[in-house]
């Protein structure tokens, strides 16, 4: 599934270590009320079936405007292998096929997806506790829920890090394949280290009834601490099969 050059969680682990160098105290932010959407808890997200496919265009941000940089700008296909049974689910087999600018095959990744009551899981490995809610629309709307957490001793300091999810409210996107209605997902990435914490919006993606991702935004950000410009990525969708 498209959500990133890096894929499902691991994009998360290697953020980890970059987050690290950048601790500072956080404050309390206020969250947006919960509510609960019929439409988000029945709409079909997750149009998930054997053979389908999806193509994507993908380039960089420039790390000081955010505009797309053309140079890198080439395309990732995500199709749909086979059903599997995968750490006691049943599962889809899906393979991230990512191209190079010369329109050659980079890699190819794998990922497991299962459906458990309308919310999306992901398999990272490790048996049964492998699978993780990555899509968690049974939250609601404007209900922050943990996707994954993940605990590191470097030089005898522990470091806990968390990625947390969160539906917002439908917005009118225009991507290639069209202009449509799509919820929109914020991933927060938080590393905390005693009374340290980081916290930092790592990536929008939207969802569409009907077409699953058609848009996947790493934003730029500034990295706290150091004050390094870190760049983005963007994705969106140019065709489907189905």
């Known amino acids: 599934m498209n959500i990133g050059r890096y894929g499902s969680l691991t994009r998360f682990m290697m953020l980890f270590a970059i987050g690290l160098a950048g601790l500072v ?6 969250e947006n009320p919960v509510d609960e959407d019929e439409d988000l808890l029945t709409a079909d997200l997750f149009p998930l079936a054997v053979g389908r496919m999806l193509v994507y265009t993908t380039y960089e941000l420039d790390a000081s405007t955010g505009q797309k940089v053309e140079s890198t700008v080439h395309r990732d296909v995500t199709s749909i292998q086979a059903t599997v049974t995968v750490g006691g689910r049943n599962a ?23 459906l458990d009551k309308g919310d999306l899981y992901m398999w990272e490995g490790g048996g049964a506790d492998g699978w993780y809610p990555f899509f968690k629309r049974s939250a609601g709307l404007n209900n922050e829920y943990i996707i994954y957490q993940y605990q590191e001793t470097q030089d005898g300091t522990t470091f806990n890090v968390t990625l947390k999810g969160k539906f917002l409210p439908k917005e009118s996107i225009t991507v290639p394949i069209g202009t449509l209605d799509a919820y929109k997902v ?8 005693g009374s340290f914490t980081s916290e ?43």
Not at 93 to 108: C, M
Not at 186 to 193: D, G, I, R
């Open 186 to 193: 914020e991933l927060k990435v938080a590393v905390q280290a």
């Open 200 to 242: 930092w919006v790592d990536q929008y993606i939207y969802l569409a009834e009907g077409y699953a991702v058609v848009r996947s935004t790493f934003p730029n950000r500034t990295e706290q601490g150091s004050n390094a410009k870190i760049q983005g990525e963007e994705s969106l969708l140019v065709s489907k099969n189905f």
């Open 25 to 30: 105290p956080m404050g309390c932010d206020k």
């Open 92 to 114: 889809y087999r899906v393979l991230d096929s990512i191209y190079t600018t010369n329109g050659t095959i980079e890699r190819i990744d794998t990922t497991y997806v299962a």
